[in-house]
Every structure is written in structure tokens, then in C-alpha cells.
């Protein structure tokens, strides 16, 4: 069987044994997790990083001068470097810990935002972009009596460049595009769109929450000027994510949030800032999820991310082609560049019916407008049915899909 | 296990095909918008209360077989009935479908009764009951029918 699994240099049967929760079954089935672009799951090795530090290091990190914080803090430290190398920042201190991508993209809009955008200032986002990077920019321009431009996407959901760069203009402050669209697997030409936009002196915010997990992230290369991501689809814990932003920036920017840690000195008068990375990380950070998300990046980098783009190329296309023999399905998304997501809609049945129906065959998948509501109404659709691939499904399973996909047009067709 | 043919029944199916009352009449004075933000469905319920009477009920909108085909049955439930009545038979559907395993009792809920099976999908109550949360919005909707109110499941 493993022949059936193995491409080039990945042995998916061996990597399915590093997920523990892969093994179970659902309603009597094997669980066929095809919910990827919600979450994913966790191989051991990042289960273990979670208990290894809750029963060995917890303890608060840069506090105290027992041996126990001076672990904890070279954990915490170790995995800022991890998140460092993984993105090719320049510097550790570029690299900040949040919540999450949305909390990443919050922090930029509450602090570079507040301080640089203005009334009649131009934020420019796409027709693409999940509310996380839409709804930030809708509560800053409102303060501020700025506006949001939008760059619209084509019939295959490419976004139209010769559009975005008509919209650059001497009012665009920012520009916040997602590198990978999370509904369609769209991949953008981050690179054009980061460089038109410099030609300009307008600085750029890349979401690459999807992204992280798929392909290849050079921030120094991009040259972008912020990037955000989230541990929990990258394999990692979820309540953690990463801020990339060039420290030239980063270091003009007010803080985000006051407490411990982000200060130098407080007296009742006045509070010096603590330089960057800690500026930004007030409080108690998710010191766990932190060193759980390098063990995270530990784990991908193993298996290398030119190897799991190869794979998941190779997974996709199948999907693809599997899903296209079916009449009454509809494939939404089919942009050159594209990651491992099929969205789909179904003629006569809505995508929750769909989504039940596979459920009870053991299978997976997100139904609904996937926090793009712009998107849907682009295409016309309420919602979407979403299959989204990671580096540990199998044709196999695709074919599950497809056998579960009949099973639908079976129970409406009666 | 859940149980798909109890879920999809061939009633609540043949109501989805061909759903009754699916329009917008004419003479309505009174009306609600039905939304579920996790999935987008949609619906409007447009009455014409003449008294305390419900003359007449439809509906529009988009959404699941199951919003569609319980949005279809409520309008032959609730057609011709008082107000008071509609809200007896939305207390006696409600809970048919959320207490699993429940025996039907006496009040028997004809169409409706197929959307029992619910019960043992609780991700998908919400879809079965977002036109009976209209239509409590609709009938309290005593402005004019130009002014729509709307209702969400959350």
C-alpha cells in the first residue's frame, strides 16, 4: 500500500503516523479531514513540546532569576528564532507574538494605522480578503474618515492587477492583501503587488495565514513590510500567531496594548516603552503555544516546503480532476496559481446539506461563506462547500470525497 | 448513528423540491427577515393577519433543504390558523426537534413531523428553526409591511 501513498520523497503513511487524531472514526468511519484552511491538526511532535514545557519549564518568561524562568525564556526565545528563520525575517526582534493573524492585522490597524492614516487617506484591500482583513481597516477608516479601495478578483478569482495598480495613488497609506486566499486557494503575485505598491512609498501587509502552511514564505525577499500568520493552521496550537513587521517600523509605532513586559520604566507620570519585540507583547504571553508553534515549525521545516507544495500540487490536481467528472458540481477558484483548496457548489443542493451528508460518511469539510462574504456575492453563491488539502490526505481519500459526493446525489436525487 | 434517511426524508425532500407558498403576495401588512450569519441563509415571511387570523402566509428566500422545506411546511401549518395557535404549533415543533429520542405525543404536526430526524443533527436545528424565529418576528411586526424586521439564530 505505501507505494500508493508515496510521492518522490514523501511517505504519507509514515507522516499520518506523527497525527494522532487521524487514527479515530467518525460515525463509524475513518475520519477523513479535509478542514485544513479552519485548522489543522498536530502532529505528536508539538503535542509532546505543549507537555514538555507544562511539566518541566512553566514558569513566567523574562521575570524571574530562577532556573526555571531562565528555561522558559530561552524556550520562548528559541521559538521566536524558529519563527525568525522560518520566514527569513532579518532580525528576532521583527517577530512578534500574538494571538493570531487577526490579532496581527488588529495590532497594525490600532498602531501603525491610527498613527499614519487620516481622513481622506486610501487603505487598498481586495475583493478576496476574509473579514479578518477587511473588518480592521473598516473600524480604522471609520475613526478616521479615511476609505477602503478594493481590488477586484476575475471569473477564475485572480486578482487584476492592471486594477490594483490604478488604485495606487498618492493617498494609498497601506496596502493588506492575503497572500493565499483561504475560500478560493488563490495565490497571489505577492511579489507585483509588494513592489508596485513601493514604487509608491506605500508600505504593505501581507495575511498569510493560509499561506505559512503551503508555500515557501521569504519576507526579506517579498520585501513586504508586514506579515501575519497563525500557529494553529501551521500544524501548531491555536491562541498564537506571528507578527513580522521591518523593525524600522516597528520601532516608530506606538505600543498596542499597556501592562508588564512592554515597559521600561512606569511611574505615575509617565511609562518608558520597552524596545521592540517586547513593546508589543503586554502581558503574560501564550508562552506554551509559542514554543508548541516552533515544534510546529520544527516539524514543517522537516519535512521541507518545497516538498509539501509538490505534494499538495500533486493532491490538488488529482482533486481537481476528480471533482470535475461530477455533472452537477461547480468548482469555484481556478486561478494559475492556486493552493491545495477545492470550493465547490453543487447544482440543487445547498453546501450544508453537503456538508451533513459527508460528515455521516466520516468526512470533513467546511460549508458555508468562510468569513468572505464579499466573495460569495462576487460569484453569486451564498456559500461554498470547501475541501481544503493538507501535506497528510491522500488520493485515497479525495476518492472517499468523491464516493461521499455521490452518496449526496443519491439521497437528493430520490 | 445518525441516520441520513431519517434526516432527509423523502417528504422534507419532495417539500425542498417543490416548496408551497414560495412568493411574495400582493396584500402581506406584515412581514420579517429571517438570517443565520454561520451559514447565510435567508429568509423573509410575509403574512396577512386579518384579525387574529393568519388569511395567508409565504415565504422567500435562500437556504438548506432543511430551512427551505421547514419554511414550506410552516406555511401549510400555520395557514388559516390564529396567531395564538401558530405559536402553540411552533412550541410543540420546537420540541419535536430538539429533544432527541422524544415519542410524538397527541399533537400530531402532519408535515412537520418530518423534520423530527433533525433532533439527531444538532448543527442543524438552527436551520429548521430560523423560519419559525421569523415568523414569531413577522406576526409581532405590526408596522407596515415596508417596514421589515429581522431576526438572526444567534
Same mark, same amino acid.
Given at each position: 500500500m505505501s507505494t500508493a501513498f508515496a510521492f518522490g520523497p514523501f511517505d504519507v503513511a509514515r507522516i499520518r503516523e506523527d497525527f494522532p487524531i487521524l487514527k479515530q472514526t467518525i460515525n463509524g468511519r475513518p475520519l477523513v479531514y479535509l478542514d485544513n484552511a479552519a485548522t489543522s491538526q498536530k502532529p505528536q511532535a508539538v503535542l509532546d513540546a505543549l507537555v514538555n514545557y507544562y511539566t518541566t519549564e512553566n514558569s513566567n518568561v523574562h521575570r524571574g532569576v530562577h532556573t526555571l524562568s531562565q528555561r522558559a525564556t530561552d524556550s520562548y526565545e528559541a521559538a521566536r528564532s524558529k519563527a525568525r528563520q522560518f520566514i527569513n525575517a532579518a532580525k528576532d526582534e521583527e517577530v512578534i507574538f500574538v494571538r493570531g493573524a487577526t490579532e496581527g492585522i488588529n495590532l497594525v490597524a490600532q498602531t501603525y494605522g491610527r498613527q499614519n492614516i487620516g481622513p481622506g487617506d486610501e487603505i487598498i484591500i481586495s475583493a478576496m480578503e476574509h473579514h479578518s482583513n477587511i473588518v480592521p481597516w473598516q473600524i480604522l477608516s471609520q475613526e478616521k474618515g479615511a476609505r477602503l479601495k478594493i481590488v477586484p478578483v476575475n471569473d477564475d478569482g485572480e486578482l487584476l492587477l492592471d486594477e490594483y495598480e490604478k488604485l495606487l495613488n498618492p493617498r494609498t497609506k497601506l496596502v493588506s492583501i492575503v497572500h493565499q486566499s483561504n475560500a478560493l486557494g488563490t495565490i497571489n503575485p505577492v511579489e507585483q #503587488?509588494?513592489? /508596485?505598491?513601493?514604487?509608491?512609498?506605500?508600505?504593505?501587509?501581507?495575511?498569510?495565514?493560509?499561506?505559512?502552511?503551503?508555500?515557501?514564505?521569504? =519576507? !526579506?525577499? /517579498?520585501?513586504?513590510?508586514?506579515?501575519?500568520?497563525?500557529?494553529?493552521?501551521?500544524?501548531?496550537? !491555536?491562541? =498564537?500567531?506571528?507578527?513580522? *513587521?521591518?523593525?524600522?517600523?516597528?520601532?516608530? +509605532?506606538?505600543?498596542?496594548?499597556?501592562?508588564?513586559? +512592554?515597559?521600561?520604566? =512606569? !511611574?505615575?507620570e509617565q511609562t518608558l516603552y520597552n524596545t521592540i519585540p517586547n513593546k508589543f507583547e503586554a502581558g503574560t504571553q501564550n508562552i506554551a503555544g509559542s514554543i508548541g508553534l516552533g515544534a510546529a515549525i520544527d516539524y514543517v521545516?522537516?519535512?521541507?516546503?518545497?516538498?509539501?507544495?509538490?505534494? $499538495?500540487? $500533486?493532491?490538488?490536481?488529482? *482533486? !481537481?480532476?476528480?471533482?470535475?467528472?461530477?455533472?452537477?458540481?461547480?468548482?469555484? &477558484?481556478?486561478?494559475?496559481?492556486? *493552493?491545495? #483548496?477545492?470550493?465547490?457548489? +453543487?447544482? $440543487? =443542493?445547498?453546501?450544508?446539506?453537503?456538508?451533513?451528508? /459527508?460528515?455521516?460518511?466520516?468526512?470533513?469539510?467546511?460549508? &458555508?461563506?468562510?468569513?468572505?462574504?464579499? /466573495? +460569495?456575492?462576487?460569484?453569486g453563491v451564498p456559500a461554498t462547500v470547501r475541501a481544503s488539502l493538507a501535506f497528510y490526505n491522500t488520493k485515497e481519500e479525495i476518492d472517499t470525497l468523491v464516493k461521499g459526493i455521490d452518496r449526496v446525489i443519491e439521497v437528493f436525487g430520490r | 448513528m445518525a441516520n441520513l434517511n431519517e434526516l432527509y426524508q423523502e417528504i422534507l425532500l419532495e417539500h425542498n423540491n417543490r416548496p408551497r407558498n414560495f412568493r411574495k403576495p400582493e396584500d402581506a401588512n406584515r412581514q420579517a427577515d429571517g438570517y443565520n450569519p454561520l451559514c447565510g441563509d435567508r429568509v423573509t415571511i410575509y403574512l396577512k393577519v386579518e384579525g387574529d387570523v393568519i388569511a395567508d402566509v409565504a415565504f422567500q428566500g435562500v437556504g438548506c433543504a432543511i430551512s427551505r422545506a421547514s419554511a414550506s411546511m410552516l406555511t401549510q401549518s400555520v395557514k388559516g390558523q390564529t396567531l395564538s395557535k401558530a405559536g402553540?404549533?411552533?412550541?410543540?415543533?420546537?420540541?419535536?426537534?430538539?429533544?432527541?429520542?422524544?415519542?410524538? @405525543? @397527541? @399533537? @400530531?404536526?402532519?408535515?412537520?413531523?418530518?423534520?423530527?430526524?433533525?433532533?439527531?443533527?444538532?448543527?442543524?436545528?438552527k436551520c429548521a428553526i430560523l423560519p419559525w424565529h421569523t415568523l414569531n418576528a413577522a406576526i409581532e411586526n405590526t408596522e407596515a409591511a415596508a417596514s421589515s424586521v429581522s431576526v438572526t439564530t444567534e
Open positions: #503587488i509588494v513592489e /508596485l505598491a513601493h514604487r509608491q512609498g506605500v508600505p504593505v501587509l501581507l495575511d498569510g495565514a493560509q499561506a505559512v502552511a503551503h508555500v515557501p514564505v521569504d =519576507v !526579506t525577499r /517579498l520585501g513586504c513590510d508586514f506579515y501575519v500568520f497563525s500557529g494553529h493552521k501551521l500544524y501548531g496550537p !491555536t491562541g =498564537v500567531g506571528v507578527l513580522y *513587521g521591518k523593525a524600522g517600523l516597528l520601532e516608530e +509605532m506606538p505600543p498596542y496594548q499597556g501592562g508588564g513586559e +512592554m515597559i521600561r520604566s =512606569v !511611574t505615575f521545516a522537516g519535512l521541507g516546503l518545497d516538498n509539501i507544495a509538490a505534494y $499538495e500540487k $500533486e493532491l490538488l490536481d488529482y *482533486g !481537481t480532476k476528480r471533482l470535475a467528472e461530477i455533472g452537477p458540481l461547480r468548482l469555484i &477558484g481556478a486561478a494559475r496559481r492556486k *493552493g491545495s #483548496i477545492l470550493s465547490f457548489v +453543487m447544482d $440543487e =443542493v445547498h453546501p450544508h446539506d453537503v456538508g451533513t451528508i /459527508l460528515d455521516v460518511e466520516g468526512i470533513a469539510v467546511r460549508t &458555508g461563506h468562510h468569513c468572505a462574504q464579499p /466573495l +460569495m456575492e462576487r460569484f | 402553540e404549533i411552533f412550541d410543540v415543533f420546537h420540541a419535536r426537534i430538539t429533544e432527541p429520542g422524544g415519542e410524538a @405525543d @397527541d @399533537d @400530531d404536526l402532519g408535515d412537520l413531523e418530518a423534520l423530527s430526524g433533525v433532533s439527531a443533527f444538532p448543527t442543524r436545528i
